[in-house]
């Protein structure tokens, strides 16, 4: 069965730090794609970042460039999504997810899903 599970989520002020962990089991985590994706109340979600696990190429969507840190840990199949400078604006709920094929920022088009973790920051 894959299971994708995040933590670290949480309240931190504005200009700090948090690390989001995805730990990933049930499909051969050197083969997929980990994505990490945000849902604000009212809005779409959104792409935030993404890595190919077997090459370890990273991508980030323009918002987060610079801020955002996306790392594997293929030995614990977990990936780590460091997110520093945050802002009020990046309040929300954040997902991982993974799929076999594709590589990039469609929600829909990736396969499995972590059950969401709160990321709140204050002004």
């Known amino acids: 069965e894959v299971q994708l599970v995040e933590s670290g989520g949480g309240l931190v002020q504005a200009g700090g730090s948090l690390r989001l962990s995805c730990a990933a089991s049930g499909f051969s985590f050197d083969d997929y794609a980990i994505g990490w994706f945000r849902q604000a109340p009212g809005k779409e979600r959104e792409g935030v970042s993404y890595?190919?696990?077997?090459?370890?190429?990273?991508y980030y969507a323009d918002s987060v460039k610079g801020r955002f840190t996306i790392s594997s840990d293929n030995a614990k199949n977990t990936v780590y999504l460091q997110m520093n400078s945050l802002k009020p604006e990046d309040t929300a709920v954040y997902y991982c997810?993974?799929?076999?094929?594709?590589?990039?920022?469609?929600?829909?088009?990736?396969?499995?899903w972590g059950q969401g973790i709160q990321v709140t920051v204050s002004s």
């Open positions: 890595i190919s696990s077997n090459d370890g190429s990273t």
């Open positions: 997810a993974a799929d076999e094929y594709y590589r990039g920022f469609y929600w829909y088009e990736y396969d499995y």
